[in-house]
C-alpha cells in the first residue's frame, strides 16, 4: 500500500468517526467484546485492501522450540606454526574476518632464511580463537588461531521433554531468526546429541544451513519449527497476510467492509502460504494486501490475545 493510499484510509476512517459512521468501534459478528474499523466501498478501492477466503488442508504436525546459529566444526580450520621462533606481529582478533591469503602473523627464526616467515590464511572466515600473541617463543605446530568459514553454518535446536523423543535425524525443520523475519530457513536434523546439555537443559539437535550470502551470524537466536511426522488438519492463509508485532503473530479478519485484528497460532509453511493452527475460523476472510496499515490504526481488543500464554504448548 503505498503512502498515498495510507493516507486516504486513515482519512476515510477518520471522516466516517467523524460523521456519526462505521468507523466507531461497534461489536462484530462473532466478536462481540472486538473494536472493529469499517471503511465505506469507494475507501476500500482507494485505499487497495485485498481479502481472500481462508481454505482448510492437511498438513504436517510441528513443534516449537529455541535454536540458535553456531559454526559448522567441520567448516573450522587450525593455523599452526609452520616452525619454531619468535612471533613478532599477531594481526587479527577474536571476531575479525579474514580473507585466504591474509597474512596472519610473522615469525622470526633461525630456521627459515631469511630468517623472517609469514603465516597466511589458509581460508576465509571469521577467528574465533587466538591461541599465542606478540613477542611469544612457540615451537613448530604450536595453535596460533582458529578461522571458521561461514558459508555453511549449524543450526542448533533445543529439544525439551517429550519433544527429543520426537525429533531424529532427517526431521525436516523450519526457522526464522528475529534479524529477518519473513525469511524461512529449511533443513533436516543431521545429528542429535545423546544427552542434556547443561547450560540450556535440553537435548541439542543440529541443522547443516547453507549460508553463502553470509547473512546468518553464529550467536543469532531462531524461532524453530520441527515436524513430528504425523498431520493435523489447518487453515492455509497466504503469508503476505500475516503481521509480525514482536513475538506476536497476527492477521486482519475482513466481515464484509469490517477489520479486525486476531492472534494466530502458525504452523508449517506451504508454498507461498503458511498453515495457521489457531486464530483463523474456515471461510473467514484474511486481509492479503494492506493488513499492515489497517492494524496501525489501532484496535482496543485483538481476538485471541487472552490465549497468547497458550501459544508454545
Same mark, same amino acid.
Given at each position: 500500500?503505498?503512502?498515498?493510499?495510507?493516507?486516504?484510509?486513515?482519512?476515510?476512517?477518520?471522516?466516517?468517526?467523524?460523521?456519526?459512521?462505521?468507523?466507531?468501534?461497534?461489536?462484530?459478528?462473532?466478536?462481540?467484546?472486538?473494536?472493529?474499523?469499517?471503511?465505506?466501498?469507494?475507501?476500500?478501492?482507494?485505499?487497495?485492501?485485498?481479502?481472500?477466503?481462508?481454505?482448510?488442508?492437511?498438513?504436517?504436525?510441528?513443534?516449537?522450540?529455541?535454536?540458535?546459529?553456531?559454526?559448522?566444526?567441520?567448516?573450522?580450520?587450525?593455523?599452526?606454526?609452520?616452525?619454531?621462533?619468535?612471533?613478532?606481529?599477531?594481526?587479527?582478533?577474536?571476531?575479525?574476518?579474514?580473507?585466504?591469503?591474509?597474512?596472519?602473523?610473522?615469525?622470526?627464526?633461525?630456521?627459515?632464511?631469511?630468517?623472517?616467515?609469514?603465516?597466511?590464511?589458509?581460508?576465509?572466515?571469521?577467528?574465533?580463537?587466538?591461541?599465542?600473541?606478540?613477542?611469544?617463543?612457540?615451537?613448530?605446530?604450536?595453535?596460533?588461531?582458529?578461522?571458521?568459514?561461514?558459508?555453511?553454518?549449524?543450526?542448533?535446536?533445543?529439544?525439551?521433554?517429550?519433544?527429543?523423543?520426537?525429533?531424529?535425524?532427517?526431521?525436516?525443520?523450519?526457522?526464522?531468526?528475529?534479524? !529477518?523475519?519473513?525469511?524461512?530457513?529449511?533443513?533436516?536434523?543431521?545429528?542429535?546429541?545423546?544427552?542434556?546439555?547443561?547450560?540450556?537443559?535440553?537435548?541439542?539437535?543440529?541443522?547443516?544451513?547453507?549460508?553463502?550470502?553470509?547473512?546468518?551470524?553464529?550467536?543469532?537466536?531462531?524461532?524453530?519449527?520441527?515436524?513430528?511426522?504425523?498431520?493435523?488438519?489447518?487453515?492455509?492463509?497466504?503469508?503476505?497476510?500475516?503481521?509480525?508485532?514482536?513475538?506476536?503473530?497476527?492477521?486482519?479478519?475482513?466481515?464484509?467492509?469490517?477489520? !479486525?485484528?486476531?492472534?494466530?497460532?502458525?504452523?508449517?509453511?506451504?508454498?507461498?502460504?503458511?498453515?495457521?493452527?489457531?486464530?483463523?475460523?474456515?471461510?473467514?476472510?484474511?486481509?492479503?494486501?494492506?493488513?499492515?496499515?489497517?492494524?496501525?490504526?489501532?484496535?482496543? !481488543?485483538?481476538?485471541?490475545?487472552?490465549?497468547?500464554?497458550?501459544?508454545?504448548?
Amino acid at each position: 500500500m503505498t503512502p498515498h493510499r495510507l493516507a486516504c484510509a486513515r482519512a476515510a476512517a477518520t471522516l466516517l468517526a467523524a460523521c456519526g459512521g462505521q468507523a466507531e468501534p461497534r461489536a462484530a459478528p462473532a466478536t462481540p467484546a472486538s473494536a472493529t474499523v469499517a471503511l465505506t466501498p469507494r475507501a476500500l478501492e482507494i485505499t487497495g485492501v485485498v481479502t481472500e477466503s481462508a481454505t482448510v488442508a492437511t498438513v504436517p504436525e510441528t513443534f516449537t522450540t529455541t535454536g540458535e546459529i553456531e559454526f559448522d566444526p567441520a567448516r573450522v580450520v587450525v593455523v599452526n606454526a609452520p616452525v619454531a621462533g619468535r612471533i613478532r606481529r599477531l594481526g587479527p582478533t577474536v571476531g575479525d574476518r579474514v580473507a585466504a591469503g591474509d597474512t596472519l602473523a610473522t615469525i622470526e627464526s633461525p630456521e627459515f632464511l631469511s630468517g623472517v616467515l609469514g603465516v597466511t590464511a589458509p581460508r576465509g572466515g571469521f577467528v574465533t580463537a587466538v591461541g599465542a600473541a606478540p613477542q611469544q617463543l612457540v615451537t613448530q605446530g604450536a595453535e596460533l588461531l582458529r578461522i571458521a568459514a561461514v558459508d555453511s553454518v549449524w543450526l542448533r535446536v533445543d529439544l525439551y521433554a517429550e519433544h527429543a523423543r520426537t525429533a531424529r535425524v532427517g526431521v525436516p525443520v523450519e526457522a526464522t531468526a528475529a534479524a !529477518f523475519p519473513g525469511l524461512a530457513l529449511r533443513g533436516r536434523i543431521a545429528t542429535v546429541a545423546p544427552g542434556v546439555e547443561g547450560a540450556t537443559q535440553a537435548v541439542a539437535a543440529r541443522v547443516p544451513l547453507e549460508n553463502r550470502d553470509g547473512r546468518l551470524h553464529p550467536g543469532m537466536f531462531a524461532d524453530v519449527r520441527v515436524a513430528t511426522g504425523r498431520t493435523v488438519r489447518g487453515i492455509l492463509v497466504p503469508r503476505a497476510a500475516v503481521i509480525y508485532e514482536g513475538s506476536r503473530r497476527l492477521v486482519m479478519i475482513a466481515k464484509d467492509s469490517t477489520f !479486525f485484528p486476531s492472534v494466530v497460532l502458525l504452523g508449517p509453511l506451504v508454498g507461498d502460504r503458511v498453515a495457521v493452527l489457531r486464530g483463523i475460523f474456515p471461510g473467514e476472510r484474511v486481509v492479503v494486501s494492506g493488513a499492515y496499515e489497517l492494524y496501525s490504526a489501532g484496535y482496543a !481488543f485483538t481476538r485471541g490475545a487472552e490465549e497468547e500464554g497458550d501459544e508454545s504448548k
